[in-house]
């Protein structure tokens, strides 16, 4: 069976997950059972269990050393090969992974959003369609200080230092770059319904091929 993995990247809170999740929503009581699926490479997030929280919270968590980059790669030919894979439950508020996971069953489409994809050679291998969300990085920073502060425990100094000594120096090194290795570039982030409605075309052709 051709199965087919869509990759949206792009910066921190460009609207990576609404895109997605969007498209996801909108398809998936469409579609035949098991036909899409979604995965968030934050899943991939190394642990630090074992590390003080202290520790963990100066980690630099916009480089690509900070991914498990090898267990998404290794779960991407699982699924692949039709195999159900236990992806992890990363905890943002405690910067290390959950002791929960949740199974992902391999799907004829396998929708996969995160920061860094495209900056991965091996991972960019596996990807059918690269999309990349180019969303000004100021809006960016807007829509990370609401989120994170309502959903992610952080305080607003703690947005700000930690936006200025890692996520935006790194979006300008490997991020940006990672521009160059999509198929698409996707402009406004996560509703442009135009580009909503022609991935989620290409997808329904993909499925009676
Ligand atoms: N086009 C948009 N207009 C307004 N709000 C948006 C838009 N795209 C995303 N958002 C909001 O911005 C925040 C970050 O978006 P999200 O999709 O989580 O970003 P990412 O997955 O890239 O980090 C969320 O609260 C989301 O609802
Ligand atoms: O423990 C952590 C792990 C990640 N982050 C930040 O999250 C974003 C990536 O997630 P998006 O949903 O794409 O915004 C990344 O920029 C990290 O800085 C974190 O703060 N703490």
Redesign the pocket.
Known sequence: MTRTIIAIA?A???????FSQTIYSELVNELEPGAIAIIEEDAYYRDQSHLPFAHRTQTNYDHPDAFEHELMLSHLNQLRQGESVDVPIYDYAQHTRSDKTRKVLPAKILIV?GILLLCDKKLCDEFNIKVF?DTPLDICLM?RMK?DMEERGRSLQSVIEQYTSTVRPMFYQFIEPSKHNSDLVVT????NRVAIDIIKSKIKQLLQQ
Do not use: D, F
């Open positions: 792009g921190s809170a460009s609207g990576k997950s609404l959003e969300i829509r989120r406004r982030g996560g509703k």
